[in-house]
């Protein structure tokens, strides 16, 4: 990292809550175009302001990252994901690691319950394609043969699924949550193949 923009977010990482006083001092340029980075980091996500009081008089206007910042840096999230997965399965059964997993999946579809009342089975596969997308999935689908196939192009969880395939569960259980019918994996990253593949068989409607 060495461009300006760059420095401005190492520094939010080492100093949150920083004024454009504080960060200009820190890069070494003029506030003003501090402030013209820090829209353009905001119109990206990266970056947030905050009032904060101080004193007495009006609040100062403080930055901090935001999550999607905070992912631009290296972490250790896999290596403690994966270490605490391993300590669940080493201390509870495995039918309870999986079913732990699914929950979450049903928990995350319960909060859309109200959103995809009323809707058709594919704009139920549109709110399902966002909704994977806000957890780091990279989601197409079609219409194919009269049933719906649904590609992960990529998975957040594919590193930690090398080692412990039961994160698969939550993916699934979402799909089959949100669109109340079965998800059925097809292929699988796990296996070898580009990507996942669940098929979707559209409910046949009485006549």
């Not at 820090?38 to 970056?47: C, D, P, R, S």
């Not at 197409?140 to 049933?147: F, I, R, S």
């Amino acid at each position: 990292m060495n461009s300006t923009r760059d420095k401005i977010l190492q520094t939010l990482l080492k100093k949150p809550r920083s004024t454009i006083n504080d960060l200009a001092e820190a890069v070494g340029i003029n506030p003003i175009s501090v402030r013209h980075h820090l829209t353009n980091l905001q119109m990206e996500g990266l970056v947030e302001s905050q009032e904060e009081r101080h004193g007495v008089g009006r609040p100062r206007l403080v930055y901090i990252l935001t999550d999607e910042g905070m992912e631009r840096f290296p972490t250790r999230y896999l290596r403690l994901a994966t270490r605490l997965i391993a300590q669940m399965k080493d201390s509870m059964p495995q039918p309870m690691v999986s079913k732990m997993f699914g929950q979450i999946a049903e928990d995350l579809a319960s909060e859309y319950a109200k959103d995809i009342k009323g809707l058709s089975m594919e704009e139920r596969l549109d709110l399902v394609k966002s909704l994977l997308a806000q957890e780091g999935f990279t989601v197409e689908w079609e219409k194919k043969n009269g049933q719906y196939e649904i590609h992960e192009i990529s998975c957040p969880y594919y590193q930690i699924g090398i080692t412990h395939p039961e994160v698969c569960t939550m993916d699934q259980t979402l799909i089959s949550k949100m669109l109340a019918l079965p998800a059925n994996k097809v292929q699988c990253i796990l296996d070898g193949n580009a990507h996942c593949v669940y098929v979707v068989q559209p409910a046949i409607k009485a006549k």
